[in-house]
């Protein structure tokens, strides 16, 4: 099997995404498995977090679905940036390569990255399946009543590769995951050979370049280090979370072990831990760990878990049961008291309370 997840699900899916989603919700929609849901997102499949705000940003890992705007107190959402009402204007100092503007109904946004950029604004950066393979470049600006995105250019990535997963350095550097590269399959992953790698972009650079020594079962999730001198990458199917040096990334300096769940997408916490999430591997119910891409489509149960970047130690924070409202688990994100999950393969964001 050469298709990534991304491609094996957009040819699954027939969208519809409402403008407004949130206090007045379906039956359908009604809490299952201890979760509760803001319904209508369709495959949001990462989440980030406006910092010092009740702001969440989820990503729409379907044709058309765009951006979304997460009021975590209203429990609702709304379009950010969708067919509906797209802005652009792109920044061709740094984004020059960048052939044209995103088209907002072709968009399949899936893996994001946020950082500050200015007074009031973030740049949130989010992995792109639709109509090109890139890295697409938005500007939040929160100076306003709710805050509003602009699409400002894209990096495209080498010979049609899908980017997974993406994050960006201080200095404008990004680096994103490819989970499968050419000739590779999801069986080799699943068996635990190398199919994945990192790749490397610098502003002025005409594209990205892989960083040998990164290959991995499966590489997923990926974040930097707030002094930018590391970043750690998801390995999923071997369950591991790797740490590698940014000046010499060719040999992994630590890794997380995992026992119950492959890790998908990654984030800092607050009190500066990785957060991860990821289906639970050994589902009865789904006649045990995934072996093939189908198994992964199964409704498992979740874990989200948090992990010292110094020692990587890991600790639980929440796990669920098997719901299948609400599957395909690929990110925790804590906001408060709360944890919000996003997901690959859901019309929903889901979210619980974290009450000891």
């Not at 990255?113 to 950066?125: C, E, I, K």
């Not at 040999?251 to 998908?264: C, T, Y």
Request: charged residues 15%.
């Amino acid at each position: 099997m050469k298709q990534t997840i991304a491609a094996v699900l957009l040819a699954a899916l027939v969208v519809s995404v409402p403008r407004l989603i949130g206090a007045v919700q379906p039956a359908a929609c009604t809490p299952s498995g201890g979760l509760t849901f803001v319904c209508g997102v369709q495959n949001p499949d990462d989440l980030v977090l406006v910092p010092n705000s009740r702001w969440l940003i989820a990503s729409g890992m379907a044709p058309g679905s765009g951006l979304h705007l997460v009021d975590t107190r209203a429990k609702t959402a709304v379009n950010l940036y969708a067919a509906t009402a797209p802005h652009a204007r792109q920044d061709r100092a740094k984004y020059g390569n960048c052939p044209w503007p995103l088209d907002p109904k072709l968009a399949v946004l899936h893996g994001l990255s946020l950082r500050p950029a200015q007074t009031g604004r973030y740049t949130v950066y989010a992995t792109n399946h639709g109509g090109r393979q890139s890295i697409e470049v938005f500007e939040i600006d929160i100076t306003g009543p709710t805050p509003a995105a602009t699409w400002v250019g894209c990096v495209v990535m080498p010979n049609g590769m899908e980017a997974n997963s993406v994050a960006a350095f201080t200095d404008g550097a990004l680096v994103a995951t490819v989970l499968i590269l050419p000739g590779k399959t999801f069986e080799d992953a699943f068996a635990g050979r190398n199919t994945g790698a990192v790749f490397l972009w610098t502003p002025g650079s005409a594209s990205f370049r892989m960083l040998a020594g990164t290959e991995l079962p499966a590489d997923n999730g990926i974040e930097t280090s707030p002094d930018d001198k590391e970043f750690f990458v998801a390995s999923t199917t071997l369950k591991r979370v790797v740490a590698f040096s940014r000046s010499d990334p060719g040999k992994p300096l630590r890794f997380a072990q995992l026992s119950e769940f492959g890790p998908d997408n990654i984030r800092w916490t607050a009190d500066n831990r990785l957060i991860t999430a990821g289906m639970i591997d050994n589902e009865p119910a789904c006649g045990g760990p995934p072996k093939t891409e189908a198994g992964i489509r199964c409704a498992r149960g979740y874990v989200a878990a948090t992990i010292d970047p110094k020692t990587m130690t890991v600790k639980e924070l929440a796990r669920g049961p098997a719901t299948p409202a609400f599957t395909g688990t690929a990110i925790a994100m804590r906001v408060g008291n709360e944890l919000w999950l996003g997901s690959f393969y859901a019309d929903r964001l889901a979210y619980r309370s974290l009450n000891p």
